[in-house]
């Protein structure tokens, strides 16, 4: 990385030397995965959203990669709550922030979970994760604005760290609005923007089937196809939520020129999904090197001078 470009940022009060890390999915269920997560270049570590209890997920095949992205119908298999909690002191070895995602199946496992997290430091903020596509039987709390402050309500009465959210993609201006005036009532330090784009279908054609088992072939959508509303999110959400609110970027990054898009249309840390599942956890050291190859080249020394900056034509 050129010496002269600083790739820092702050998420929820806590420092990250690099912008850019996981987004909670691909390789962050175990403490292995979470460790090397720890050991990259990655700014922070995520781990996988977290029930109360452990879960095995949806039967497999759930995650197929295809060449422009991939489908998933994981169905929250994670180790439980307890597991990423007692991660927390381990992760403080590595020296960066440690986010926890916490994606109860109901409010009052929500409630539960964040409960139970309370007190403990070394869990620098959590991502409540608004927009799991997967559960059969659970639609996705991001698209009822009802729900989703009666949620943040009662979530707010009890969280002790940080709080975020993940949220689903909007593709309905009015919609961005709704979900914006609801997040803009509480006191949310980031949200993330987004999650994969739900129920989508991937066809074998040699074999006239469908490529994942769970929910009848259907499920999230991430890769390529997501970028371009995912910087629409990002977009929208920068230009409607309060200013204390960050925006994190999650959504069709494979190269540092994906990156420098998500920050410019306001993003203040990237995170990376399906490149990440498909390279390891080197993408985050060459990402790195592309993205200050490129702000070096434009003579921007930290992304703060470009942050937010898109420019429109009128
Ligand atoms: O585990 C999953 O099936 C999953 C989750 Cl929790 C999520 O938030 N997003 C996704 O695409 N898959």
């Not at 997560?37 to 959203?49: D, P, Q, R, V, W």
């Not at 309905?172 to 784009?197: E, G, K, R, W, Y």
């Not at 072939?217 to 991430?222: N, P």
Request: glycine share 10%; aromatic share 8%; charged share 20%.
């Amino acid at each position: 990385m050129p010496r002269s470009v600083s790739l820092a940022t702050t998420i929820a009060g806590s420092s990250l030397t690099s912008c850019l890390y996981n987004a909670s999915g691909p390789l962050c269920t175990t403490s292995e995965e979470l460790d090397a997560l720890g050991n990259s270049e990655a700014g922070a570590i995520l781990s996988k959203s977290a029930t109360l209890e452990p879960r095995a997920g949806n039967p497999e095949p759930r995650y197929v990669e295809t060449a422009w992205g991939s489908i998933n119908s994981m169905g929250l298999p994670n180790e439980g709550y307890r597991y990423y909690l007692e991660y927390a002191r381990r992760a403080q070895s590595f020296g960066k922030p440690y986010f926890m995602s916490v994606s109860g199946l109901s409010h009052d496992d929500n409630i539960e979970i964040v409960r139970a997290l309370a007190g403990e430091a070394a869990i620098s903020a959590i991502e409540l994760n608004l927009s799991c596509p997967n559960v059969p039987g659970k639609p996705q709390t991001g698209y009822d604005f009802e729900q989703s402050r009666a949620l943040l309500e009662r979530i707010f009465e009890y969280v002790d760290q940080p709080l975020g959210v993940k949220l689903p993609p909007y593709f309905d201006l009015p919609h961005f609005d709704m979900m914006a005036a609801v997040l803009n009532d509480f006191p949310i330090a980031f949200v993330t923007c987004v999650n994969s784009i739900g129920n989508g279908l991937v066809i074998d054609v040699q074999a006239e089937s469908v490529v994942i088992k769970p929910k009848s072939g259907f499920g999230g959508i991430g890769g390529d196809f997501i970028k371009p509303t995912a910087l629409a999110n990002v977009r929208k959400f920068y230009t409607l939520l309060r200013e204390d609110i960050a925006i994190i970027g999650c959504g069709g990054v494979k190269t540092g020129e994906d990156a420098f898009e998500h920050i410019l249309c306001g993003a203040s840390a990237v995170q990376i999904g399906t490149q990440l599942m498909r390279e390891g956890v080197d993408c985050f050291a060459r990402i790195a090197g592309e993205l200050s190859t490129i702000m070096q080249a434009k003579g921007y020394r930290d992304i703060d001078s470009f942050r937010g900056k898109l420019k429109s034509l009128d």
